[in-house]
């Protein structure tokens, strides 16, 4: 048959037996059963607390948000105010 060729050598091979993956060590913060260890939850809890106290702290310090919120929103309508009379005085009224 034309075109084909011929092999240009034969290579014998031998099937090996490749040694499985080690098993997957589980994070520091858990064991063997994927279960969290008592020190992470205990880590996790303190964080939590911290940040609730801190949150507390920071608000206590701040003043009340709710003065924020009542200017925030005053200047709003006041903007909303100035923008309708320029487009008042725009359309002649």
Known sequence: MAGMSEPKEIVEAELVDI????????????????????DYVRDRIEGRTATAAGAAELDAVTGDSADVEQQFAEREQAGRDRLEAIRRSMRGE
């Open 19 to 38: 040694a499985p993956p080690p098993p997957v060590t589980p994070q520091f913060d858990y064991d063997e059963g994927g279960v969290p260890t008592f």
